[in-house]
C-alpha cells in the first residue's frame, strides 16, 4: 500500500524558512518521480517542484532560486526546503509521486502560512 505523509508546515513571518517532509511508503523514493504542490485558498492546485529518478529537477518560476527538493533515499523520504517565504506562499502544500507518468498518490497535505 502507497502512502505519502507530509510534516514540517506551520506559521513563519515573511523572509523566514521552513523545511517540508514527505515520508514514503509501499515504494522507493529512488525510483519514482516525485514532486510538491500547493493550494492556496480560492485557487487551484499549483505546481511547485518535482525531482525524477534520476536527477533531473524542475521548478516553477514563481519559487524558483528560493526553494530546493532533494530526497533521502535511506530514509525514504523527500523534503522541500522553502527560505525567504512571501505571503503570497501561504497555502496547504501536498507532496505527490508519479506512476505511469501522471501522479497518482498524493499526501494528507500540510498547511504552510506566512505573515507579512
Known amino acids: 500500500q502507497v502512502q505519502l505523509v507530509e510534516s514540517g508546515g506551520g506559521l513563519v513571518q515573511a523572509g523566514g524558512s521552513l523545511r517540508l517532509s514527505c515520508a514514503a511508503s509501499?515504494?522507493?523514493?529512488?525510483?519514482?518521480?516525485m514532486g510538491w504542490f500547493r493550494q492556496a485558498p480560492g485557487k487551484e492546485r499549483e505546481f511547485v517542484a518535482e525531482r525524477n529518478w534520476t536527477t533531473v529537477i524542475r521548478y516553477a518560476a514563481s519559487i524558483e532560486g528560493r526553494f530546493t527538493i532533494s530526497r533521502d533515499i535511506a530514509k525514504n523520504t523527500f523534503y522541500l526546503q522553502m527560505n525567504s517565504l512571501k505571503p503570497d506562499d501561504t497555502a496547504v502544500y501536498y507532496c505527490?509521486?508519479?506512476?505511469?507518468?501522471?501522479?497518482?498518490?498524493w499526501g494528507q497535505g500540510t498547511q504552510v502560512t506566512v505573515s507579512s
Open positions: 505527490a509521486a508519479q506512476q505511469g507518468g501522471k501522479y497518482v498518490y
Open positions: 509501499g515504494f522507493s523514493v529512488s525510483r519514482n518521480t
